[in-house]
């Protein structure tokens, strides 16, 4: 089985300041993640994922996440965070061994509410 | 938000009522997905299909039935609905598995859902 914790509902940040949002993984193998990015009565939209290589990723809009697979973490970050920013994000999770249908399954966590601060 | 459009993105029906939502990509994927997103919930995948076959069918009430009939063009049939199936129902696709870029889903705006 494989599955996301995203332990914080909502973070608040001062415009300007790094931003963090939290995500821990499980996964019985080696993992895909990614994070997405909800901006309100809009859709998911893809900001970065971790296949394999690097484990510092960078994605769209300044952001950044990095794997750490002792820590089972792919935590996104931002050093400077903008009012613009603020929204609902997701980080979400496959498990590299599954095959077949389950290469479908993509677990997502419960999301963490950004908000940036003027 | 062309690449994955959805339809109707509001529809408030009855619980004897019958409506289908729509789900169309221009990105030239091959596989599709219907997800359910409730409030303080974590995304639910409901059906998955690759080259217009079902792959996936995580438990979900017979209320629901999709149909895909091209690999453009995702539907999503409601039929006697409940109140607690009011949600936003959100529609992604992706390359088929082992594809070019296949593990990314892209996703539409959703269609706002709500069950009287």
């Known amino acids: 089985a494989q599955s996301v914790a995203q332990p914080e509902d909502q973070v608040n940040v001062a415009e300007g300041n790094p931003l963090t949002v939290k995500c821990t993984y499980s996964v019985s193998g080696n993992p895909y993640l990614f994070w997405y990015v909800q901006y309100p009565n809009r859709g998911l939209q893809f900001l970065l994922k971790y296949i394999t290589g690097d484990n510092l990723v960078k994605g769209s809009y300044g952001f950044e996440a990095e794997f750490n697979k002792s820590q089972t973490s792919f935590h996104l970050k931002k050093p400077s965070a903008l009012v613009s920013d603020s929204a609902l994000y997701f980080c979400?999770?496959?498990?590299?061994?599954?095959?077949?249908?389950?290469?479908?399954?993509?677990?997502f966590g419960k999301g963490t509410k950004l908000s940036v601060i003027p | 938000e062309t690449g994955v459009t959805q339809t109707p993105r509001h529809l408030v029906m009855g619980m004897t009522n019958k409506k289908s939502l729509k789900c169309e990509q221009h990105?030239?994927?091959?596989?599709m997905y219907w997800y359910k997103q409730s409030a303080k919930k974590p995304l639910e995948l409901m059906f998955v299909y690759s080259l217009e076959e079902r792959v996936e069918n995580n438990s979900v009430p017979s209320r629901f039935s999709p149909e895909c009939p091209n690999s453009s063009h995702l539907f999503l049939h409601l039929h006697t609905l409940q109140p607690e199936d009011s949600a936003l129902y959100l529609c992604a696709s992706s390359q088929e598995a082992g594809g070019p870029g296949w593990d990314t889903q892209y996703f539409g705006p959703g269609t706002r859902l709500t069950v009287l």
């Open positions: 979400a999770v496959r498990d590299r061994a599954y095959s077949g249908a389950g290469s479908y399954q993509l677990t």
């Open positions: 990105l030239g994927h091959n596989a």
